[in-house]
């Protein structure tokens, strides 16, 4: 129980400095601990930067922050061989920011696909290859990719085969009220801080405790079946009505099947339990499914969205008892 103690009191930090977005923690720290990878997208200002930023600080671990623009090049994130005459290995490579804990990403749809690439075989391999050579990365390795879902002008849409890899898809949206006083009070507060308060932060190894923990959450057979059924009805979804099967192109790939059974143990360890119910599957189905599903030009016409299309398979797809 220390584990879970130390993953709420690491959730408890973010929040008292990311107000208004206690979801988004949430998600984060499932994506972490399950040594997955995160699509954040939102409006500018809604404190993406930060939330990653607050995570390294009260986690014992480091953070690259990667701009992503137009003429960012693939050696820019994964690193390069540096020539040196003087030294017997004439080629020295020089690793690149993806070699940290934790990766931002920001606006990766800003620079083209060959350099969205180059995050593909860490985020699915865990290493990088360069001249032929494969480097490892560091056992805790995450990112999170940002993007911005206004000014589409000279932006490169992550293609599907790379947005499958992300184990999430987080939509973020404005605080309410009372969150917005609270940010205005707390950024007045940070502006008369002459010093940073330091406090011990959390080890990393909390998170390979609490990995370990996860892996011994119980799922039932009915539970393994309501995942299958679920991503079988955005397959073929003409099984459960024509208006479904007229919304969907293509539905979700096994990579959506082992998500949620990943995402749903992490949910379901967090709230305290060491089994997974149909509540912590749908927890996290929109995250896990958004993503991968290629909506019709039909749907597109009438202003559906993912969101809605699995709102209607949620209703479709019985709970077997």
């Not at 997208?41 to 990653?52: D, M, V």
């Not at 953070?63 to 960012?72: C, G």
């Not at 939509?171 to 969150?179: A, L, T, V, W």
Request: net charge negative; with cysteine.
């Amino acid at each position: 129980m220390a584990t879970l103690d130390s993953i709420r009191e690491l959730s408890n930090r973010m929040a008292s400095s990311i107000l208004g977005q206690d979801e988004l923690i949430e998600r984060m720290l499932i994506v972490l601990l399950a040594d997955g990878n995160m699509l954040l997208e939102g409006l500018p200002g809604l404190a993406k930067t930060r939330a990653i930023k607050a995570l390294s600080k009260e986690l014992d671990c480091g953070l690259s922050r990667i701009q992503f623009t137009p003429d960012l090049l693939p050696s820019d994130v994964t690193g390069t061989e540096i020539y040196q005459p003087e030294l017997e290995e004439k080629f020295i490579f020089q690793q690149g920011p993806i070699f940290n804990n934790l990766i931002l990403a920001d606006e990766i749809n800003r620079a083209p696909a060959k350099v969205q690439s180059a995050l593909l075989e860490a985020m699915e391999e865990r290493q990088v290859t360069v001249a032929g050579k494969t480097y490892p990365m560091d056992p805790l390795f995450m990112v999170m990719a940002t993007q911005n879902p206004v000014e589409q002008e000279g932006t490169y849409p992550l293609p599907e085969a790379q947005m499958d890899r992300f184990l999430m898809h987080v939509i973020i949206g404005y605080p309410d009220d009372k969150s917005e006083i609270g940010i205005i009070r707390l950024n007045r507060e940070e502006q008369h801080k002459k010093k940073e308060e330091t406090r011990e932060r959390i080890d990393p190894q909390e998170i390979f405790n609490a990995r370990k923990e996860i892996a011994e959450v119980k799922i039932s057979k009915n539970m393994e079946r309501y995942i299958v059924d679920i991503i079988e009805g955005s397959r073929y979804p003409e099984k459960y009505g024509e208006e479904l099967k007229s919304w969907i192109e293509f539905g979700a790939s096994p990579r959506g099947s082992i998500a949620l059974d990943r995402c749903s143990r992490v949910h379901a360890w967090m709230q305290g339990n060491d089994f997974v119910s149909p509540e912590n599957i749908r927890a996290v189905v929109h995250e896990c499914l958004r993503h991968r599903l290629i909506l019709s030009y039909e749907a597109n016409a009438e202003g559906i969205t993912p969101d809605h299309v699995i709102d209607q398979l949620l209703e479709k797809v019985a709970v077997i008892g």
